[in-house]
Each structure stands twice: as structure tokens, then as C-alpha cells.
């Protein structure tokens, strides 16, 4: 048990604890920007090669600012590689034009393609990575109350949250507790015990749903989350959060416009 | 704050699908204010009756009566308001992202909103020693921390009779002594689930001992704990070298 508390939860593990003008701005003011930029930068023509750089610029400021050491960021970033993966893929199956680089003839539609991949979705993530390290979960989920997102839809999302954590510290102590007993699965033909147990996981978790909700009921729950909104975002918070998007689309126009 | 007295008559419950009925007709009255002990060997029927105490389990058989409230369908709201229960297990009872926002449920849920409702969570979290805790995440914190919140949780919706399902168990001596200075200085009608004897003869002047599903022995906690035979007949014992006529 508390091996599994020292590993602290899986869902409020991406926060990194720092004091910065981007961890103290209200989470729906970040989630506006973070929604604006990512879709201004997935507008924005491949071809417009500066407007990236723009980006990139803009968003690394902002990483500058909010205090998440950048090596933090950039292993985070490794959640882009199967994209990276894919995308190198295409110049060597693309057709039409051919180019030669280094002797190997590429498809230039397909170079275009796999820049395309790797410039939108290296910025998209490094956004969500800030958002992610500069807002607790609780405070994502307040901030999209706020944006009128339904209550239902935001308490499914936090109960997910909630139960993914106490899932996987379930599974934590069910496997322990085989290691105690000398189960140590290396190869295929030894999972059966964890298949079997995939089964009372499910059991364990729904009884526990269970409970939770008749707890919830002998507080007055009576199918409605109650608002619990504080501290809604202020001008102050809506102006610094704007100048990322703004910043963006700017670029996005005249990129479009030349 | 007020108490409440608890009345309770023939209460019976089989659970579905069961042969077995897990409460046999129980019989309790509770004045206002009283603390008392609810002991019982494992599968006995306390979780099961406590469970009844807020409508949590579907009246069968029987009548139980909180203060002036007869449990019912139409009074099941007041009567859960009334009624604070702790579970036994404090992962079920915290479910919200934060402290604040757990303590919050229950008096958000009774139309309790903006400053007054700040003003009660904060008060609630001192009250039990955990207001240093306010901005946490429930589920990370230690079994005693994860208690007392649970308990904050019920008390910020002005309890008439609080009940509490084991609250001793996983808590260091320290925090098990933190809890009996907490519970004896509310004013509620308590009602408490324990297998720790000792615990329960230093705050509750009253023990209940239900066995099979019946109260088998009500009287003062002293008594009971020194009837030997009673005991043994019941699977109950007391700590090694433990005298509870010299405490
Ligand atoms: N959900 C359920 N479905 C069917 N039977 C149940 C259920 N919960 C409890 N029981 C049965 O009802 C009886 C009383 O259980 P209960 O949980 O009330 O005991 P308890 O006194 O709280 O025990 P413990 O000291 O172990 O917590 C037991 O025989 C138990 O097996
Ligand atoms: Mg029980």
C-alpha cells in the first residue's frame, strides 16, 4: 500500500509543482488558449515554413516562463515518436515528383506530408504538455465546468480520473501480492494468473463503484453534481492567457493571406 | 448543533439472492447525545445495519426512527442529512479531487453555496485537526489524514447522529488517540462500529453486541467486556494482559 502511495497517482503525475505567471492563471483562460493556438497551428499551410517557427518560438516562451525544466518537456515529448515514425515513412512510399537526398530518391509531396506531421504535432503536444504541467486535474475539470462543457460530461471525466488512479493502485497490490506468492510472469505461457485476474479486477472495481455511490448518496447526491466554482478567471487572466492564440493567429493570417 | 435519539424495532434484511437473513429482528433505542458501541464478531450484520441507519439498504421489515423522522421514501433526504455516516473504507467515502471540494458535497448538495459554504469547509477541516489538508488530493493521503477528512466530510452537513464503521482500524496509536479526543468532543448522537474493546469502553459508556444478525447483550461497556463467557460465546476478545475493570 504504501509503495503504491510513494508512487503518488497516475493522473496528477504530469503536474509539476512550480510557482510561475502560468500556473497561477485560471485553468479555463489556459484551456481557451491551449484550444486557440493548437487549431490556428493546424490551420496554418504547411508551406508557410516561417509561421512554424513562429509557433515554436511562441509556445518555447511560454515553457520559459511557467518554470517546467525543458528536459521534463522534451521526454514528455516522446509521446509524438509513433507519429514521427509514420511520418518518415511517407517520403519513401509517396509517389509523384521524386527528389534525390543522399542518393535515395523521395517523394517531395510526401517530405511536405511528413513536415506537415512533425511541425503540427510537435506543437500541438509541447501546448498540451504546459497545460498539463501547469494545471492540476481537479483545476482542468473546474475550467471546463466554467466553458458551460455539461456537468455530466465533466463528472464522467473526473470519475474516470478518479478510477483509472484507484485501478491501477488496485492492480499495483494484486501483483504484489502474486510476487509475494513466487508468480513472477516472464513468459507468455505464465500470464494465465493475470488474465484470471483481470477478471477480479473488474469485480473489485465495480463493488467499489458501488460503495462510492452509496456514499455519494448518504450525502444528498440526488444525480447532479453540485457546482463548487472558485476564483473564475478574471480579466487579468483572460488578457495574459489571450496572447499565446493571438500571437498565433496573427501568424495564421498573414501566413494565409501572403 | 443538535442530537438526535434513534429507535430502531424489528429491523430485518436478507440481502437478495441470500437464504441467510443477515439482520434477525433488531431491536434499539438510543437517547440523544448518547455514545454507543456497536460490537460483533466479522459477518455479524454492523455494516449491514449501519447501512440502514440512512437508507442506504432498503427497509424490509421493521421501522427505524431518527429524532422526530420516520424512515421512509419521502423523509429519505432529511433523514440522510440528519444521518452522518463514515464508511469503512475511507477510498469510498472521498471521492472528490480535492478536500475542499469533498467537504463541500454534502452541503453544496443541501443548496449551501459561495462564501458560506468556503466559510463551512474551512471551519469543518479545523474542527477535526485538517485544515492544513484543504487543498489536497483525498486519495493521497495517510489512513489517519484520509479519517479525519472522511469524518469532516459528514460533520459539514450538521449531523443529528453520526455513525462510524470502524474508525480505528489502520490507525496508529497517536491517530486512534486523535480520534477519541475528536469524537468526544462532539455533540452528536454517535454510533460506533468497532472490533477494538478497549476503544470502545474509553468513549462509549453503552456497548450493543450483535451476533447473527440479533442484539445478543446491551448494557454498560464495562459490564459487558468483563463477562468472559459473553465474550468467548461471541468471538470477542480483549488484548492480551487487558483488564477492563481496572481502567
Ligand atoms: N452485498 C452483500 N450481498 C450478500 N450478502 C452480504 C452482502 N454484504 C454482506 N453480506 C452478508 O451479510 C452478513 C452481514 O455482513 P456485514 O457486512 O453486515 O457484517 P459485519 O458485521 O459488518 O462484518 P465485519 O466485522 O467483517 O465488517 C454476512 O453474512 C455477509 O456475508
Ligand atoms: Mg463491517
Known amino acids: ?258 | 448543533m443538535s442530537c438526535a435519539p434513534l429507535s430502531v424495532s424489528q429491523l430485518r434484511f436478507t440481502y437478495p439472492g441470500e437464504h441467510h437473513a443477515a439482520l434477525d429482528g433488531i431491536d434499539l433505542e438510543v437517547t440523544a447525545g448518547e455514545r454507543v458501541a456497536l460490537l460483533g464478531p466479522n459477518g455479524s450484520g454492523k455494516t449491514t445495519f449501519v447501512m440502514h441507519l440512512n437508507g442506504l439498504l432498503e427497509l424490509q421489515n421493521g421501522a427505524i426512527t431518527i429524532g422526530d423522522l420516520v424512515m421512509s421514501e419521502d423523509n429519505l433526504r432529511e433523514i440522510r442529512r440528519r444521518v452522518g455516516a463514515v464508511f469503512q473504507d475511507a477510498d469510498d467515502q472521498l471521492f472528490m479531487p480535492t478536500v475542499r471540494d469533498d467537504v463541500a458535497f454534502g452541503p453544496a448538495n443541501l443548496g449551501v453555496a459561495g462564501d458560506e459554504l468556503d466559510r463551512l469547509v474551512v471551519e469543518t477541516l479545523e474542527r477535526v485537526g485538517a485544515g492544513a489538508l484543504i487543498d489536497r488530493s483525498p486519495h493521497h493521503l495517510s489512513g489517519g489524514e484520509k479519517r479525519r477528512v472522511a469524518i469532516a466530510t459528514v460533520l459539514s452537513m450538521s449531523p443529528h447522529l453520526l455513525v462510524l464503521d470502524e474508525p480505528t482500524s489502520g490507525l496508529d496509536p497517536a491517530g486512534r488517540r486523535e480520534l477519541i479526543d475528536l469524537l468526544v468532543s462532539l455533540p452528536q448522537t454517535q454510533m460506533i462500529v468497532t472490533h477494538d474493546l478497549p476503544f470502545a469502553l474509553q468513549i462509549c459508556p453503552r456497548s450493543v453486541i450483535i451476533s447473527g444478525g440479533r442484539v445478543v447483550a446491551d448494557g454498560p461497556t464495562r459490564e459487558l467486556l468483563a463477562d468472559t463467557a459473553l465474550l468467548a460465546q461471541h468471538r470477542l476478545e480483549l488484548p492480551f494482559g487487558f483488564d477492563p475493570t481496572r481502567v
Open chain 1, 1 to 258: 500500500m504504501s509503495g503504491a502511495h510513494a508512487h503518488g497517482s497516475a493522473v496528477d503525475s504530469l503536474f509539476v509543482e512550480a510557482e510561475s505567471a502560468v500556473h497561477g492563471l485560471a485553468p479555463e483562460a489556459k484551456l481557451v488558449a491551449l484550444v486557440g493556438f493548437v487549431v490556428a497551428a493546424a490551420l496554418t499551410p504547411r508551406t508557410s515554413v516561417w509561421a512554424f517557427g513562429v509557433y515554436a518560438v511562441a509556445i518555447w516562451l511560454v515553457v520559459f516562463v511557467s518554470h517546467v525544466p525543458v528536459r521534463v518537456v522534451l521526454r514528455r515529448l516522446a509521446v509524438i515518436v509513433p507519429f514521427v515514425i509514420f511520418a518518415v515513412l511517407i517520403p519513401f512510399i509517396g509517389g509523384g515528383e521524386q527528389t534525390q537526398v543522399l542518393g535515395v530518391s523521395l517523394s517531395v509531396d510526401g517530405l511536405w506530408a511528413m513536415w506537415n506531421i512533425l511541425a503540427k504535432a510537435s506543437i500541438g503536444a509541447t501546448a498540451s504538455i504546459v497545460l498539463s504541467a501547469t494545471t492540476r486535474v481537479p483545476d482542468v475539470l473546474t475550467g471546463l465546468t466554467r466553458l458551460r462543457v455539461p456537468r455530466v460530461l465533466v463528472a464522467i471525466i473526473a470519475f474516470m480520473m478518479r478510477y483509472l488512479d484507484l485501478l491501477v493502485r488496485q492492480l499495483g497490490r494484486m501483483r504484489t501480492s502474486m510476487t509475494a506468492r513466487c508468480h513472477d510472469p516472464r513468459w507468455l505461457w505464465q500470464v494465465k494468473p493475470i488474465a484470471s485476474s483481470a477478471g477480479a479486477l473488474f469485480v473489485r472495481s465495480y463493488e467499489r463503484g458501488e460503495r462510492v455511490h452509496q456514499a455519494m448518496l448518504a450525502r444528498g447526491y440526488t444525480g447532479t453534481m453540485p457546482t463548487l466554482d472558485r476564483r473564475p478567471a478574471t480579466a487579468v487572466d483572460w488578457s495574459r492567457a489571450a496572447s499565446l492564440p493571438l500571437v498565433a493567429v496573427v501568424t495564421l493570417i498573414v501566413a494565409v493571406v501572403l
